[in-house]
């Protein structure tokens, strides 16, 4: 699900203060990805953005993708008990 994918990239953004795409999508995978998780993966780095905890960059069309971590709003950041942001 998308909250538990969240949960999984907040994780990685408390250890990285920035990171690719394709790093998103491989944290936490076991194996290769698959089309599914690459979209759950995309909808979770959208919601952390609507929220404002990273930024999303990408120099021009096809790029790579860069998250940005803003390590400042993390801090005390309300969780539910699944691990998921409230807002």
Not at 23 to 38: D, E, F, G, K, N
Not at 54 to 59: G, R, T
Not at 62 to 85: E, K, M, Q, Y
Request: net charge positive; aromatic share 4%.
């Amino acid at each position: 699900s998308v909250s538990a994918r969240v949960a999984e990239l907040l994780e990685l953004c408390q250890h990285s203060a920035q990171f690719t795409f394709g790093t998103a999508v491989m944290h936490a995978a076991s194996r290769a990805p698959q089309r599914a998780h690459i979209i759950v993966t995309l909808l979770a780095l959208l919601e952390l953005a609507r929220l404002r905890l990273i930024a999303l960059q990408q120099a021009y069309l096809g790029g790579t993708i860069h998250v940005v971590v803003h390590a400042d709003r993390l801090n005390g950041l309300p969780v539910d008990d699944l691990g998921a942001v409230r807002s």
